[in-house]
Structures are given as structure tokens and as C-alpha cells.
């Protein structure tokens, strides 16, 4: 899978990070609300917007959209802040898998869990920028259960699996969305 290319770096303020949730949500006749969750885990769409672009940067920019043909090709993108995450999806056990990829890089202060439990730091590896697109890698000594949920608590920069929202852009509107308002970006599930 491909990432996101950073440099060219966005401004400051130009690289917002959104989580999204689903819930469905009905009123009933006595005006209460009744709520349903329709997802366990987060996704999250993310904006950029650059102050400036080089030829260059741009040219890098509008392949990289190119050649993910629009909204079709899935990507991941790193968000440029550390910072603490808690309850990010890592995967489901199938009972043989020992090596899942973390949605994270440059991770510490790691809390895992399996169903929900915590995981006895002894009996399992980090290893730092060892999985797909530099991103962090936890090897279990034992698989986990088949069905197992694993989840993790880090602190580090958080990959984001996502797609270009819009799938029709020209040159001079991808230019204007990533110079002036926002090139968006649709987060997607993990699972």
C-alpha cells in the first residue's frame, strides 16, 4: 500500500485530523433518544491544505492522486503530531498469526490489549519502523485466539487509513483545493 507523500510539508494549521464515528441515532414518542453504535473503533478524515507549492511539490502531489485513480486506491497517510492514542485497532486473532502491523510509528509507552485485556508486556515484541510504510510491528510470542480483538495504547505519530474523497478533480482545482480550502481526505476502517 502506498503513503502519502509528506514532504511537501501542509501548513501549520493545514493538517486537521477529524475522528468519525457511526452512530445511529432515533427519537422516540416520548422524545427520548435512542442510540446505537454501528462501529467499535474510529476512522478519520483528515484536510490539508499547504501555504505553498513548488512546481515541483505540486507535480509530486497531483502523480501521487493520479495514480491512485481518484477515490479508488486506498492509502495511508501519518499525521504529523506526536501524541497520546488509546483503544487503536491492530487486528483479529486467527490463532496462528504471531506479527500484526501497528497504525502508528515512532510508538512508546505501549498498553496492549486482547479482548480487551491487558497484555503482559513480556509476552510480546515491539519493533520500531519493522511494518508496511515505516510503520511500527508487534510480534506475539504465543497467536492470539482466533476472533481475538487486539487493540493498542501508544504514544507516537498515528497512521491513518484513508482515500481521496473526491474523484474528479482537474489540475488547476486540485491546486486550488491543496492552496486555498482543503484537499480531503476520507478516513477508512480497518476492519
Request: aromatic share 16%; hydrophobic share 35%; net charge negative.
Amino acid at each position: 500500500m502506498s503513503e502519502y507523500p509528506i514532504p511537501p510539508y501542509p501548513s501549520e494549521s493545514g493538517f486537521i485530523v477529524t475522528p468519525v464515528w457511526k452512530t445511529i441515532i432515533a427519537e422516540t414518542d416520548s422524545l427520548k433518544e435512542q442510540r446505537k453504535q454501528k462501529q467499535t473503533y474510529a476512522f478519520y478524515d483528515v484536510s490539508l491544505t499547504y501555504d505553498y507549492l513548488s512546481e515541483t511539490d505540486f507535480k509530486t502531489l497531483w502523480n501521487f492522486y493520479m495514480a491512485r485513480k481518484g477515490a479508488y486506491e486506498a492509502f495511508y497517510i501519518y499525521d504529523l503530531l506526536v501524541e497520546d492514542h488509546d483503544s487503536i485497532w491492530v487486528g483479529m486473532g486467527d490463532g496462528a498469526t504471531i506479527t500484526f502491523d501497528i497504525s502508528g510509528k515512532t510508538t512508546t509507552d505501549h498498553i496492549v490489549y486482547i479482548d480487551g485485556g491487558v497484555v503482559v508486556s513480556t509476552n510480546y515484541t515491539i519493533v520500531t519502523g519493522g511494518g508496511l510504510e515505516s510503520s511500527d510491528r508487534i510480534t506475539f510470542n504465543t497467536a492470539p485466539a482466533t476472533g481475538a480483538i487486539i487493540t493498542i495504547d501508544f504514544s507516537g505519530y498515528l497512521r491513518i487509513y484513508c482515500r481521496f474523497k473526491e474523484d474528479q478533480l482537474s489540475r488547476e482545482s486540485f491546486e486550488y483545493k491543496a492552496l486555498k480550502t482543503s484537499i480531503l481526505l476520507k478516513g477508512l476502517n480497518y476492519t
